[in-house]
């Protein structure tokens, strides 16, 4: 273990030695680098957590919250009637529990979700006896309580059934019955829960006890280090501690923004976490995050970025806010980023006077032409797990071709709603996402909340324009569910021509979802070939047709409408499983129009097939 006096520095939002991080001093012990264990992605051998159910959780305290304001719109005109289900109006809610956004405004926070779904984070946790450690008891024995300064600590806290991790600053802690408080944070997702799920604490004195952790004693003025290593550290090596959030800020106002910048050909490392900075929530869907990056553009048209190295930034990559035209960035590779590789996201005036205003997007103050081309992204993630190699909420028409990503604790891809539509995938290699996390698939979607935008004709439509996800090599090969997850409430997709492989099923349709066509993909190794998550109705039905359905079990569909107006479009379909045999709306053989069922064919012959739809 090494000390030195740093007298000058206030905080230490982090440590690299010779360009490789140390992680925070912590319980349990673990690499900040290396994926949080999960048995049920498949990921049984990474960091271990205290498991939630070793700890009591303090419920939220709601009389604490301020006053509360629901907006929703209910002009019939200005609402979505393309499901039985719901996400038919635009809704949020202000303030109360939504005060800790910024803005403090969020879909989950509106009337009417019920106490299942509204936003409420605990209060508190207090650890069980079981994972604490006895006195004297050594690095892996326990949280070494009480500490000396508890103020200084911070909680990761996955929420249950990990959909994100809240982080937590501390309020108090009661020795006696070692029970903390939550001060601020909570604010790094957008769906709560009254309880704490697997978590960890850092930043503690009592827990530096493991190679290649640090910690800061600002009381002191000392950097504390234990060296992971044979010997002595080299007298050459070179010791970082990041301090500065942003590289490059390119912000200007809309109506003077700034146009053909190019940032080419450098490396951009050792910028500090944000996970502390305010978050807001985009839109409907599940994410909340920090509109910051080590590379910021907003208010910009015709700017590159193009042949860089992101590695080892704590907070997000590139980040696209607000209005920005033609933003392209190209040939670049992310590393080990601490959040998102990339990020975008629009405005609308969600806190004005009139908080309808949140539903008009029409004047274009949002990201739009973003061209994502020829990127390598893997490794992200390492402190918001809520995180991915493209993230976007509030944005319109991107392009998101021939990239390669890989290794992320979330979806790969993530679209938060269906704000304008017109974006395309195509020719994307996608793999081992969702390492850490559950209910995804490498790419995923929601369409909660209905936005009025251009996108579709040129004319104001709450109907997003189509997406095309093409051409793309898509393995779910952890926590298979699904290699497009087309969640709650998402439509105008047309997913053809790709190479899926693995997962629960082939095609979702979440809740309320419709217009989903799947057809010419091939599906390698599914359970069953589509599930269907609500009634449909004529006019917005999603069709499964064309393709080629390898399947490990026998059914083709699940929930699928089978007859009747609702019925969903299915037909020439070639299904091949175990057993030579298969079932559609309860009928074997398949009745389907050109449908047939067949024995599994050989690998080779299915690479051969995907060689060919992906013009390999």
């Given at each position: ?36 264990r ?16 070793s700890?009591s ?8 919250q301020?006053t ?11 609402m ?5 289900y719901?996400?038919?109006e635009?809704?949020v809610?202000i303030?109360?529990p ?48 009480p ?10 806290v996955?929420?249950?059934a990990?959909?994100a ?5 501390l ?11 939550f001060?601020?944070?909570g ?26 952790e ?41 109506y003077?923004p ?15 976490y ?12 599940d ?8 590379i ?14 992101v590695?080892?930034v ?11 035209r ?40 949002h990201?739009?032409?973003t ?9 992200i993630?390492?402190?918001e ?48 996402t ?5 209910d ?9 909340q ?23 090599f ?13 969640d ?13 492989v693995?997962?629960?099923r ?15 993909n091939?599906?390698?190794y ?7 998550g ?5 006019g ?20 699928e ?11 020439d ?44």
């Open positions: 273990m090494y000390v030195s006096d740093v007298t000058g520095l206030d905080y230490a939002w982090g440590f690299q030695m010779d360009g490789v991080r140390a992680t925070r001093a912590r319980y349990p012990n673990g690499n900040v680098e290396l994926p949080e999960q048995e049920e992605s498949g990921n049984p051998q990474g960091v271990q957590l205290i498991p939630g159910s700890a959780w303090t419920p939220p305290d709601l009389s604490k301020g509360q304001t629901y907006v929703t719109n209910t002009n019939p005109s200005q979505r009637n393309y499901s039985d719901g996400f038919q635009y809704m809610g303030n109360g939504c005060d800790i956004y910024d803005p403090p405004v969020a879909y989950w926070c509106a009337d009417g979700l019920g106490s299942a779904s509204a936003f409420r984070i605990p209060r508190g946790v207090t650890p069980h006896s079981a994972v604490i450690a006895p006195k004297g008891g050594g690095p892996d024995s326990g949280l070494h309580l500490y000396a300064n508890p103020e200084d600590a911070i909680f990761n996955w929420r249950p990990r959909w991790n809240w982080m937590f600053e309020e108090k802690y009661d020795a006696a019955t070692n029970n903390f408080t001060g601020k944070g604010f790094q997702g957008a769906r709560g829960n009254n309880a704490g799920g697997d978590f960890f604490v850092e930043n503690v004195m009592e827990e530096f006890d493991y190679p290649n640090f910690f800061f004693d600002k009381r002191e003025s000392k950097m504390y280090f234990y060296y992971n290593g044979t010997g002595s550290p080299s007298d050459n090596s070179e010791y970082v501690v990041p301090t500065v959030k942003t590289a490059f800020n390119l912000t200007s106002g809309r003077n700034i146009k053909d910048v190019t940032i080419r050909g450098l490396t951009i490392t050792a910028l500090r944000t996970y502390m900075e305010p978050h807001g929530v985009p839109s409907g869907g994410w909340a995050l920090d509109r910051m990056g080590a910021f553009y907003e208010g910009t048209e015709n700017c590159k970025f193009d042949s860089n190295h590695t080892r704590d907070g997000n990559g590139v980040f696209v806010s607000g209005y920005n033609n933003t392209t960035i190209t040939n670049n590779e992310f590393s080990w980023i601490g959040g998102n590789s990339m990020a975008g996201w629009g405005y609308t005036n969600e806190t004005a006077k009139n908080p309808l205003e949140g539903f008009d997007g029409t004047d274009g103050n990201p739009k032409y061209t994502i081309v020829n990127n390598l992204a893997r490794e993630g390492h402190y797990k809520q995180s991915s190699f493209w993230f976007q909420g509030k944005v319109a028409a991107s392009i998101i071709n021939y990239n390669v990503f890989f290794n992320g604790p979330r979806a790969g891809i993530n679209f938060n709603d269906g704000f304008a539509g017109g974006d395309v995938l195509e020719g994307n290699l996608i793999f081992s969702c390492r850490e996390s559950g995804h698939g490498p790419f995923n979607s929601w369409d909660r209905p936005f009025l935008t251009t996108e579709r004709n040129g004319q104001p439509s709450v109907q997003m324009a189509w997406r095309e996800i093409r051409n793309n898509i393995i779910d090969n952890y926590n298979m569910q699904e290699g497009v997850d087309s709650d409430g998402s439509a105008y997709y047309h997913t053809h021509d790709n190479f899926l693995s997962g629960s082939g095609m979702k349709s979440g809740f309320a979802g419709h217009d989903n066509y799947h057809h010419n091939i599906y390698a599914i359970k069953l070939g589509f599930i269907i609500s009634s449909q109705i004529e917005h039905l999603d069709a499964y047709y064309n393709s080629t359905v390898i399947m490990t079990g026998t059914t083709v569909g699940q929930g409408g089978c007859s009747g107006p609702g019925k969903t479009i299915v037909h379909l070639k299904i091949f499983t175990p057993t030579g045999n298969a079932t559609e709306c309860g009928k074997s053989p398949p009745q389907s129009p050109g449908t047939t069922v067949a024995k599994l064919p050989a690998d080779d012959e299915i690479i051969g097939w995907a060689k060919i739809l992906l013009r390999m």
